[in-house]
Structures are given as structure tokens and as C-alpha cells.
């Protein structure tokens, strides 16, 4: 769902909102922190705000579904700002609500509202529960890592039923939050599995997949155990009830949520959310049509939904109230739930001044918290290009990165395309485009932008500001484009070429991101789109860390050698352009070769200098280093950042076809 087009170039430039939403410009805000439900001592109070609405009400129920109302109260509206308001002295505690609005003289369904923090199973009802009451023991004291510089920020992106459906994870709580609070799981073979794993990998922060309440799962049949991605918002407000272990019950899925934030951040590791505020699942019976008609999506000049989305409409966070909501709706889950960051998906539907807001709220929170978010829509919007939250205006924005789809479709091969090869699977010309991926997009004296594949001009004015990858969840994971690209080649040619991918995307500067389970060869059965698939194509097998324990070694040697060594992770483009030396070669006569120095103890390094060489091609390639007492850390698919793999003098040395070379020196 969340679509990897890359219109943003070849879009036509909109010059303004439609015709048809210059209306709600003019509608009354509410900037007030009470919308929709408010338990104190006084009793319940409930404020809709629907400026257009001709009369609402809120309806009363004892359950999350079924049955009819047991109490209905009428709403006061308050014109000035847009709202109604009912109360009763009563604490509510364990009734569910709904509220309805009367529209052009009809009453509209029955909406929990967009404000809904608890609901009943599916979603429909809105529960009034005791928030504080679903804390674990300790959460007032809980924290999540501390991030001086993103680009300290090891992403690792999983879905909850990929990492623990197989029966080969070992965990109990299979597919559900808890999954990820079990400790010493072990797969058939005793090599640790759920958490445990992470933390041997060395990741810092995992990225789940969407995790508030979704529509595309019916939580009452769970038995028949279906999957979804869940980029088809509900409640933004809520977790997802088919991740709990008792959806029907409103506190559990809240309970099991913060728990397994909590034991991540116990382990040290952070948790990132991914967003999607961009569209909702339905259309005219989504929550916010039901609580203000048009106002939260955007329109065409005809009326009809515009759909940047490509899900069939999209969000209109150029408007004030829609731009209040991503904002204290971010606010929320990082306040209530202590999520670390926030992964905005089709980030260029929203406005650069609301991510901007969105950025510097949540850093007064906590300015560990890490934003980032696909730079691009994948449809045309009306929003005009200069004001979309676009990969290329991230310079434009404040403590947000994007996704470099330059690394990744230059590394691999291009996504739309199966069979193609990229820099480290022998496909000449890439090496430009590569290159800006090791800049992180930032200028460089070096670099020639002319020459990019996706972008000609370095858009980046901070490595704080990209986010490098070879593969997510959409598209083929890097396993099965390798299967398929290197098809008729050997398994190990595979292998070594995806050590390679994962070298480039964690020696470039920016933040390095991968995908669940690529660490012991995971695949998804060949299948791109498996927002859907079952767990047999998208569960990770774990007899891989047995079968591919050279895979899992060297990718921990990967995070070691990031985590310790700063010159990697360096935090200003001026400081990229001064310590990182490309060496001259004529890639007409040598391709898929790239060569660098990392001089001067970039970053505060430990090591003086830093050669990182990469051979993509099928065939041995040669280069020649400068004299001096190297050691080598990392060769012909191995790597060893502690101890080294031995001493190099200097002189000619070979690179293995598909291979990367890192030495370092002190001296
Ligand atoms: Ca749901």
C-alpha cells in the first residue's frame, strides 16, 4: 500500500487547493486539548467539534458492540469555535460512546470520532476506560534510548506476525505485542529468536509496521488468522486489536502495547511507529467524514476525493484542524505511550509546515524522538509541489529525514523492475548514484549530481537527513531480488552480493535501515506486494540462523562496526565534504568499483584514516592503497571491526567479485 512511486518529478505543479475546499478554510477551530472525551471528577465530557453539523449526539452503550443505546444525550453547539458539547456528573468508566451528526437533514452512521483513545472490538465503539489503569509496573520511569545524533539510529523494520508467527520462532504470544516481551526464545536449532535476536544483531531501534487500529482485519475471527501490513487506518488513536491477546476487552490491546515498549526499552532499543495519516481506509464512512463532512480530505474541483494516496483519497493537512490533529495525534502517542519515533508514510501528502510543526512539538517531548518518512505521494495531490513534504524540499525541513531511494535502487537494481541489477550485482553506470548515497545527498566536491539516477542535485543539507536502505516491506525483500536478478547464478554469488548491499547502506553517512529478518536470508517467496500474503510467504523462518549463520555474523559485524566507529556516522555535511575523499577511477574502464577514504579521524574516530573499497562486479577487481600499517577489517565477506582479519602494508590487494574492503589505520 504504502506505493514507492516516484511522481514527485513528473508531477504537474498544482497551484493552489481545489475550488471545492477553499469552503473549509473558513470553519471555525478548536484548538483545545478536551475533543470528544474528558472523564474528571466533575463526571463525563463530551466536545465534537463538526462546525457544519445542524444537530449531534452522543450515544451511550454497555458494550462494544450489540445492543441498543442505554442513555443518548443531545449536544450544544458553540459557533465561535466549531464544537458541541454534552456532560453528565457520572464517571462513565466501562460504558463505549459513539457520536452522530445530523448532515443535509440526514443522520450520518454512528463514528467512535477521530478522537477514540480506547475502543470496542473492530473499532466501531469508542470505550471510556481508566488510561492510567493500563500502565505496566514501572512506566512512570520508562524510557527510551537516548539519541544524540540520528545518525547514530540503527532501524530495523518488522511487521509483528513476520518476526514470531513460524513455529520455528519459539514464542508463545505469536503475532501479538507480547511477542516481543518474551525473553530467551530460542529457535529449534538454540540460536536466540524475538528479542533476544535483536539485541545479538545490534540494532538500536525497531520500526513496526502500522500498529494503531486498522481496518482490514476482523478482530472477532481471528481464528482465521489473516494478515495485513495495516496501511488502512481506523483509529489513529488506538492500537490495533488483533496484536492483543483479547481485542474485544479495550484495555488489553493498551496494557500488551506498553508492555512490549516497555521491555524494548529495557533492553535499550528504541520504537518507531509507522504512520499513516495520509488517507483512511474508507471513504465517506471513515471517521472523519462522519464527524465533519469534507473537511479532512481533499477534494478535487468537482468535489470527488483527490487520492495522492493511490488508496482512493488522501488527507488535507493544510488545514488547520486536520494539521492540529497529525500534530497532537503524534503528541499523544509519544506522551502516552513513549514512542521514539515516527515513520510518516507518503510523507509528501503533508505540508512541510506541518511535518515541520510535527518535528519540533514532539522534540520538546523528548528530542531523542526520530521522524522521518517516505519523501514522495503516490498519486498527483492538488497540494502545490513547493509545499509538499518531498524528498527534495527535506532541506526545507527541520529535524525530519527521508528515504534515499538513490542508495536504494543503485545498490540493488531498480525496484519496478525484477530482473535488474544494480551497482552490486555487476551493473555498470550506477557508481555516481551510489555515490550520493554515500554522501547521504549532502554536496560534495566529489560528486557530480548530473550524473544521479534519481535526483540530479544534492537535496540533503544534513546526513541527519537521510535515511539509507536496500529494501523495506514493499517491494521484493533483498533475498528475493537477488533471487531473482541473479537468477542461474550460484546461492553464495547471492549471498555475497547482499553483504555488499548491506555494507554500502551501513558505511554511508545518514542512518542505515533494514528489513526484518534479511539478516538470516529471509525471503517473501518471490511475492513484492505481500501486504496481504499469508505468513507462509511473509513469517520469517528461523532454521535460517542456522543454515545462514555466516549472513548473521556478518551483519552483526556491520552494527559493531557502525556502532564504534563514528567516522560513519558523521552529523554536518561539511563535515562529509572535508573527511571523505573519493579516490579518482575511470569507472568507463573499471566499473562497479568505488573507492573512499574516511582521513583524519572523522567524527572523533578512533582510526586516522578509513579505506572503504567496493567491488560489485562478477569478476575479482584489484586496487592499490597507500603504504602504511592497515589493519583489515573487513574482506571478501568477512569482517571482524575488533580485532581485524589481519595486517595490511599497503600495495596491490584483490576484492572477491561482489565484495566490499575495509581497512583502517590509527597512525
Ligand atoms: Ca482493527
Known amino acids: 500500500m504504502t506505493a514507492t512511486l516516484m511522481l514527485a518529478s513528473v508531477c504537474t505543479t498544482a497551484s493552489a487547493r481545489s475550488s471545492y475546499d477553499e469552503q473549509f478554510v473558513s470553519y471555525p477551530v478548536y484548538s483545545g486539548d478536551d475533543l470528544e472525551l474528558t472523564v474528571s471528577p466533575e463526571g463525563t465530557a463530551f466536545r465534537l467539534w463538526s462546525p457544519k453539523a445542524e444537530a449531534a449526539r452522543v450515544n451511550i452503550y454497555n458494550h462494544g458492540k450489540g445492543g441498543k443505546p442505554v442513555e443518548v444525550f443531545n449536544m450544544e453547539f458553540h459557533p465561535d469555535n ?24 440526514k443522520w450520518l452512521d454512528e463514528t467512535p470520532g477521530i478522537w477514540a483513545k480506547a475502543v470496542g472490538i473492530n473499532g466501531k465503539r469508542a470505550a471510556i476506560i481508566d488510561l492510567s489503569a493500563t500502565n505496566p509496573e514501572g512506566w512512570k520511569d520508562d524510557k527510551g534510548p537516548k539519541v544524540d545524533n540520528f545518525t547514530d539510529v540503527i532501524l530495523y523494520e518488522m511487521h509483528h506476525r513476520d518476526l514470531s508467527m513460524h513455529p520455528s520462532s519459539g514464542v508463545s504470544n505469536k ?46 475471527n481471528l481464528q482465521f488468522n489473516n494478515y495485513n501490513w495495516g496501511y488502512d487506518p481506523l483509529n489513529y488513536n488506538v492500537p490495533e486489536g488483533s496484536y492483543s491477546t483479547n481485542p474485544s476487552d479495550p484495555a488489553t490491546r493498551i496494557r500488551e502495547m506498553k508492555e512490549m515498549i516497555k521491555t524494548l526499552h529495557d533492553n535499550g532499543i528504541g520504537v518507531v511507529m509507522d504512520v499513516v495519516y495520509n488517507h483512511t481506509a474508507d471513504n465517506d464512512n471513515s471517521n472523519f467524514e462522519l464527524t465533519a463532512p469534507g473537511y479532512f480530505h481533499r477534494h478535487r474541483d468537482d468535489g470527488s476525493y483527490s487520492d495522492a494516496s493511490g488508496c482512493g483519497n488522501e ?10 490533529f497529525i500534530v497532537n495525534s503524534v503528541k499523544y502517542w509519544a506522551q502516552e505511550y513513549h514512542i521514539d519515533g515516527f515513520r510518516f508514510d507518503l510523507m509528501a501528502i503533508h505540508d512541510i509546515e506541518t511535518m515541520n510543526r510535527v518535528a519540533a512539538e514532539l522534540k520538546e517531548i523528548n528530542p531523542s524522538i526520530f521522524v522521518y518518512g517516505e519523501g514522495w505521494t503516490a498519486g498527483d495531490s492538488p497540494l502545490p509541489v513547493e509545499q509538499r513534504a518531498l524528498k527534495e524540499n527535506v532541506a526545507k525541513m527541520s529535524g525530519i529525514a527521508v528515504f534515499s531511494d538513490d542508495l536504494r535502487d543503485a545498490v540493488k537494481g531498480h525496484y519496478t523492475d525484477a530482473s535488474d541489477r544494480g551497482f552490486a550485482t555487476g551493473k555498470p553506470g550506477l557508481e555516481e548514484t551510489v555515490k550520493i548515497g554515500i554522501v547521504a545527498a549532502t554536496a560534495h566536491p566529489q560528486v557530480d549530481y548530473s550524473k544521479g539516477n534519481n535526483s540530479r542535485f544534492a537535496y540533503a543539507s544534513s546526513p541527519e537527513m537521510i535515511v539509507n536502505y536496500v529494501s523495506c516491506h514493499d517491494d521484493l525483500s533483498l533475498t528475493d531480488k537477488l533471487k531473482k536478478s541473479m537468477a542461474g547464478l550460484p546461492e553464495k554469488d547471492m549471498l555475497e552480493a547482499a553483504k555488499l548491499a548491506q555494507t554500502i547502506v551501513f558505511t554511508s553517512q545518514g542512518t542505515p535501515f533494514i528489513f526484518a529478518g534479511e539478516e538470516i536470508w529471509r525471503d517473501k517467496k518471490g511475492v513484492h506486494n505481500s501486504y496481504k500474503s499469508p505468513d507462509t510467504v511473509n513469517a520469517i523462518d528461523w532454521r535460517n540462523k542456522e543454515v545462514y549463520a555466516d549472513q548473521f555474523a556478518y551483519y552483526q559485524g556491520l552494527t559493531e562496526l557502525r556502532r564504534n566507529h563514528p567516522a560513519f556516522r558523521l552529523t554536518t555535511a561539511d563535515e562529509i565534504a572535508r573527511h571523505l575523499v573519493f579516490d579518482e577511477i575511470d569507472s568507463e574502464k573499471t566499473p562497479n568499483l568505488i573507492s573512499y577514504s574516511l582521513k583524519d579521524n572523522a567524527g572523533g574516530d578512533s582510526w586516522k584514516e578509513i579505506k572503504v573499497v567496493f567491488n560489485g562486479a562478477s569478476e575479482p577487481q584489484e586496487v592499490k592503497i597507500a603504504k602504511g600499517k592497515w589493519m583489515i577489517v573487513a574482506r571478501d565477506g568477512k569482517i571482524s571491526p575488533a580485532e581485524g582479519l589481519g595486517q595490511f602494508k599497503g600495495g596491490k590487494i584483490t576484492l572477491a567479485p561482489y565484495s566490499a574492503l575495509i581497512l583502517a589505520k590509527e597512525k
Do not use: C, R
Not at 85 to 96: D, I, N
Not at 315 to 324: G, K, P, R, V
Open 175 to 220: 503475532g501479538k505485542f507480547l511477542a516481543l516481551t518474551e525473553e530467551g526464545t530460542i529457535s529449534p536449532d538454540s540460536l536466540a529468536t524475538g528479542i533476544d535476536h535483536l539485541k545479538e544483531l545490534g540494532i538500536t531501534h525497531v520500526h513496526i509496521l502500522p500498529s494503531y487500529d486498522y481496518n482490514s482485519i476482523d478482530e472477532e
Open 315 to 324: 488527507t488535507a493537512s493544510d488545514l488547520q484542524q486536520m494539521q492540529d
Open 82 to 105: 466549531g464544537t458541541w458539547t454534552a456532560s453528565t456528573p457520572e464517571q462513565l468508566y466501562g460504558k463505549y460512546y459513539t457520536f452522530q451528526i445530523l448532515h443535509n437533514g
